[in-house]
T-cell receptor
Framework: EAQVTQNPRYLITVTGKKLTVTCSQN?????MSWYRQDPGLGLRQIYY???????DKGDVPEGYKVSRKEKRNFPLILESPSPNQTSLYFC????????????????FGSGTQLSVL | AQKVTQAQTEISVVEKEDVTLDCVYETRDTTYYLFWYKQPPSGELVFLIR??????QNEISGRYSWNFQKSTSSFNFTITASQVVDSAVYFC????????????FGTGTRLLVSP
């Protein structure tokens, strides 16, 4: 089954303790990205990657790092989490053939609810 | 710059009522892509539809229908004969590029359907 898998689903941590949220897709997609969802703000893009070793900032990259060493994985790293990073995080992927595939869409993972105390 | 506005924060209806969720977008590009996603209480994002700017045909899928009007920069979503299972937050989103490097989301509309 085609899917984007995020782990963990829920995470509670304390300020300053480094953490990684993993994201993996099994569709051989070139494009992957991270979003955060906050009440009243919708979803905002953190980082995206067009392919292996190619990453770029989205709208709210401060305090986050990403890496794309393999095509299937795109982990989100919080080196020193702070309470304002408490949010619902989503990983997404797509094939990169949006124009040619009529129903091409962004596939989203199930989300990671992060609480930073 | 691209922007999506969902002015309705929350809508409450009674089962079997029809309801329309509004979405107004801003973009300078002539080619763009519009999406609707549903977020049920379980939290995941469920893809509903994608519409390309060069295809103004409206779409109907069961009880769902979408009205895309470039003249008013709107992409409204109507649920006919709403059901309790339709209760969710609905997001409208815009991408100016394919392969969708970036989706810009509206703030969402929470739909509450009561029995």
């Amino acid at each position: 089954e085609a899917q984007v898998t995020q782990n963990p689903r829920y995470l509670i941590t304390v300020t300053g303790k480094k953490l990684t949220v993993t994201c993996s897709q099994n569709m051989n997609h070139e494009y992957m990205s991270w979003y955060r969802q906050d009440p009243g703000l919708g979803l905002r893009q953190i980082y995206y990657s067009m392919n292996v070793e190619v990453t770029d900032k989205g709208d709210v990259p401060e305090g986050y790092k990403v890496s794309r060493k393999e095509k299937r994985n795109f982990p989100l790293i919080l080196e020193s989490p702070s309470p304002n990073q408490t949010s619902l995080y989503f990983c997404a992927s797509s094939s990169g053939q949006g124009r040619s595939l009529y129903n091409e869409k962004l596939f989203f993972g199930s989300g990671t609810q992060l609480s930073v105390l | 710059a691209q922007k999506v506005t969902q002015a309705q924060t929350e809508i409450s209806v009674v089962e079997k009522e029809d309801v329309t969720l509004d979405c107004v977008y801003e973009t300078r590009d002539t080619t763009y892509y519009l999406f609707w996603y549903k977020q049920p209480p379980s939290g995941e994002l469920v893809f509903l539809i994608r519409r390309n700017s060069f295809d103004e045909q409206n779409e109907i899928s069961g009880r769902y229908s979408w009205n895309f009007q470039k003249s008013t920069s709107s992409f409204n979503f109507t649920i006919t004969a709403s059901q309790v299972v339709d209760s969710a937050v609905y997001f409208c989103a815009l991408s100016e590029q394919a392969p969708f490097q970036k989706l810009v989301f509206g703030t969402g509309t929470r739909l509450l359907v009561s029995p």
